[in-house]
């Protein structure tokens, strides 16, 4: 045999290694079940561990808040997922098109029938918390490398106060008394991040960090950001955010938080230029999805486009 096949194998090696100790996490939103889903074609070949469906992953929804179509948007939804994602850990939580109403927030009327529905899609088990308690707000915890990675999906639309302004023009609302994440949720993510933990991420399916547009966002509700970065600030060398919603996708970092955004898998956005405070170079609008890759005690994060190439990525350590 000669050195040159010997170093050839050698090297197919290692990178069967590297891959072997590689976690790998995929996630995106605003998935219309009525729209190609050509992406999953090109996500198939990440070998993923897990996805996580961030909000938005049926259309379901109706002007009228009427749930008549919401059954079938998830029963489609179903025969439309490829069959290589039964052997990958599904995680998911929702956002407005698979609430039941546009933009809509804890006035929706149809909100626990809405929250049968998903949790009867998704198939979570009978046992679990989010059958007997408003909103589908969870977490899990990951060993990874020996590490206690923990997750936070949050419900940003059971509990969250009406918003202020016309529609895609929103404005900040101050009142004290407004909430995203309701009371009895702020209790539950006070104590779940008093336990041990060595890396954080925190899922929302609207966009935690983004200042500067008009839309939804957790800065339309200062007061309740305010109250996030507080609880969080002593993670957040060892943290991430992510996020959904916006059909437009972004890494941002502010004061060393990152987010990173990714929407929407096939329902792209306009092309419009979108700039932030926070915003790290510029925001992509056509179909994209994003992957995490734990590994040698690092976190590489990776925002993609409908082919596979990279769009932007940030690397931390842990």
């Not at 029963?75 to 439309?80: L, P, R, S, T, Y």
């Not at 149809?110 to 989010?130: A, C, H, M, T, V």
């Amino acid at each position: 045999m000669s050195n040159f096949i010997k170093l050839y194998l050698l090297y197919s090696l290692s990178l069967s290694f590297v891959h072997a100790d590689t976690t790998k996490f995929g996630f995106g939103s605003c998935l219309d079940q009525d729209y190609p889903q050509p992406i999953w074609e090109t996500i198939k070949k990440e070998d993923l561990d897990y996805f996580v469906f961030l909000g938005d992953n049926v259309y379901g929804d109706l002007p009228s808040g009427s749930l008549r179509k919401m059954a079938d948007a998830y029963k489609k939804q179903k025969n439309n997922f490829p069959e290589w994602l039964e052997n990958v850990e599904i995680l998911s939580i929702w956002d407005d098109h698979d609430y039941g109403l546009n933009d809509a927030g804890s006035e929706y009327p149809l909100k626990r029938q809405s929250q049968e529905i998903y949790l009867n899609f998704w198939e979570i088990p009978l046992d679990d918390d989010r059958h007997i308690r408003d909103g589908i707000y969870f977490s899990e915890e990951k060993i990874i490398e020996g590490k206690v990675f923990k997750l936070i999906f949050l419900d940003t639309r059971f509990f969250r106060s009406q918003l202020k302004g016309p529609k895609g023009k929103y404005v900040k609302n101050p009142d004290p008394e407004a909430t995203i994440l309701g009371n009895s949720q702020w209790n539950w993510l006070e104590d779940e991040l008093k336990n041990d933990f060595d890396f954080l991420m925190i899922f929302s399916s609207i966009q935690i960090i983004a200042k500067d547009h008009p839309y939804e966002k957790w800065s339309n509700f200062p007061l309740e950001q305010k109250r996030l970065f507080n609880l969080i600030d002593k993670h957040k060398n060892n943290m991430l955010l992510l996020s959904g919603d916006r059909h437009r996708g972004g890494i941002y970092n502010m004061d060393g938080i990152y987010e990173i955004t990714s929407s929407s898998m096939n329902k792209p956005g306009s092309s419009f230029e979108e700039t932030d405070e926070y915003l790290i170079d510029e925001t992509y609008y056509k179909e994209n999805y994003g992957v995490i890759e734990i590994n040698n005690n690092s976190v590489l994060v990776k925002l993609l486009d409908i082919e596979g190439e990279t769009i932007n990525s940030i690397k931390l350590l842990y």
